[in-house]
């Protein structure tokens, strides 16, 4: 697998588009805040991990 790209921060689209365009397979999960259970407001990748084969999107709603 070439350099990984950094996308913490980025909205959820445009790190799927970047990571996507450098064929890296790509795990998604969510997390929420204690008092937010909803898919409300901006979605961004708040942590990535190197899989090795893929990388590992944490992602929460802003």
């Known amino acids: 697998m070439s350099a990984l790209p950094d996308v ?3 909205q959820l ?7 996507e ?3 890296i397979l790509i795990s998604i999960q ?7 259970k909803k898919r409300t407001g901006e ?7 190197d899989k090795g ?7 929460s709603y802003f």
């Open 30 to 36: 969510e997390t929420y805040p204690p008092d937010k």
């Open 21 to 23: 365009s450098a064929n």
């Open 8 to 10: 913490l921060g980025f």
């Open 53 to 59: 084969d893929c990388v590992e999107l944490i992602v």
């Open 13 to 19: 689209d445009d790190a799927l588009n970047l990571l």
């Open 43 to 49: 979605c961004r990748v708040i942590r990535q991990i």
